[in-house]
């Protein structure tokens, strides 16, 4: 498959940013995330030839989400330059069927602009790239990287929703984003202007796709019997947490404790909840050690007991120290430090289930998929609605040797396809 990139430009707001917005400052959540992008992929059967009708409705937007169009200075701030995100358009020399077939995240990756020119760390670097993807066959994916330090899975959710309501001329529908609610929540911190943080894991790293269907999810339900309540992201969050620490040791001379850091949106966790609409980067993460079975794998209900109890304690403790103002600047950095664990294999699962990643529609109709592609790190998992709802996608990433192991699971297996096709139905 040859993806030909077309063209490449910057879209500039409709109108200029005012003066006294300028300086967008960073809260302390942004200071502390990686700088890198994440990733968001969205395909559709038939488009026309929408390319103006995007860069038009994306430049009217960029005023409601002016920090999207500037770029980041110093780990402090964004500098509201009005340079804009880079609009890319390409052409596919195949059909958006034959793409389906093998959604893997070799192939997402494509239909993603991951250009040095646009990754790279100078502060050159644009804070939104959209990349369009047409197929011969009149289909379009629509690719997104939003640059991490100033937006997480809800914020996307939030731009996208906007974005697609201007592109129908639906502005009644488009929601003003609430830009300062992080900011004003937790200040940035001037010692964190030069924090180094890693880009990525030095160790090769794969990334797989497994999709439980609700039909597997209603097994490891029944498989936890006797817990009250058991969603859907608790019960796949333990089960990969389970096979995957189990491939690690499979690999490893020594056996080391496993940790699972489960990741929450804040929003609605906050007494009164924030809005919906805030940006940036309003998530916390909350620990899990591992309970053993006889012969030293996880044990999986013991880990979805360890989720539910996890979360209340977070949110009667952690959540309730963060609305004490300075205080809870203090706590998100002593916090910090359960992150610091070298004497355990750590595992990350951020959920994107429930945020409405399925529903962007441009103008004709809603995607068949949307997808994403893992962060460049070990041991991360993204957790997103499959197609249809009731099951996950889980995207998985893991060291190349340990992921050999873990795709072979058979109690993996039992429960999850491993990459299967999108459904390719057009009505």
């Known amino acids: 498959m040859e ?5 490449t430009e910057t879209i500039k707001p409709s109108s200029p940013t005012p003066t006294h917005l300028k300086t967008f400052s960073l809260s302390l959540l942004d200071q502390l995330n990686a700088p890198v992008f994440s990733k968001l992929v969205y395909f559709y059967p038939h488009a026309p030839s929408i390319s103006p009708r995007l860069k038009k409705s994306l430049s009217q937007i960029l005023p409601l989400f002016y920090p999207f169009a500037g770029r980041i200075r110093g780990n402090l701030y964004v500098d509201c330059t009005d340079d804009g995100p880079v609009f890319v358009e390409a052409r596919v020399n195949r059909s958006l069927e034959d793409v389906l077939k093998d959604p893997s995240d070799e192939v997402v990756r494509r239909f993603l602009s991951l250009d040095p020119r646009f990754c790279n760390t100078d502060a ?14 009149g289909g379009l994916a629509i ?11 809800a914020t996307m959710a939030t731009f ?20 300062l609610t992080a900011g004003s929540l937790f200040p940035p911190k001037d010692f964190l202007s030069n924090l180094q943080v890693p880009s990525g894991s030095e160790e090769k790293i794969s990334t797989k796709r497994f999709v439980f269907d609700s039909s597997n999810v209603a097994a490891l339900k029944g498989e936890s019997a006797g817990i009250i309540g058991p969603t859907r992201v608790e019960l796949v969050s333990a089960l990969i947490w389970k096979c995957a620490a189990k491939a690690a040791r499979s690999n490893a001379s020594k056996k080391n404790p496993s940790v699972l850091f489960q990741s929450v949106n804040l929003r609605k966790r906050f007494n009164p909840p924030l809005p ?13 050690e591992s309970t053993e079975e006889e012969g030293g794998e996880i044990d999986l209900r013991g880990s979805v007991e360890g989720l539910k109890r996890g979360l209340i304690e977070f949110c009667e403790g952690y959540v309730k120290k ?6 809870g600047c203090s706590a998100i950095l002593e916090r910090m430090n359960l992150f610091d664990r070298g004497d355990a294999d750590t595992y990350t699962v ?15 109709g809603k995607p068949l998929w949307a997808a994403t592609a893992c962060l460049p790190f070990k041991n991360i998992v993204v957790l997103m609605d499959s197609v249809g709802g009731g099951g996950v996608e889980a995207w ?7 992921m050999v192991a873990f795709e072979g699971d058979p109690e993996l297996l039992a429960h999850a396809s491993p990459n299967p096709p999108v459904c390719f139905h057009v009505e």
Not at 322 to 327: A, D, P, S, T, V
């Open 143 to 153: 690719g997104l990287l939003f640059f991490h330090k100033i937006a997480d899975a």
């Open 3 to 7: 993806v030909e990139i077309v063209s």
């Open 124 to 137: 050159g670097r644009p804070l939104l790239v959209v990349q369009t993807s047409f197929f011969e066959c």
């Open 160 to 179: 996208v929703s906007a974005w697609a309501a201007a592109a129908c001329g639906s502005w009644d529908a488009v929601r003003s984003p609430e830009l």
């Open 350 to 364: 951020t959920s994107w289930c429930r945020f409405p990643m399925q529903e962007a529609d441009f103008g004709w």
């Open 322 to 327: 963060l609305q004490e103002g300075e205080n």
């Open 276 to 288: 919906e609409n805030s940006t940036g980067n309003i998530v916390g993460y909350f620990l899990v």
């Open 396 to 402: 998985v990433s893991l060291k190349d040797e340990d």
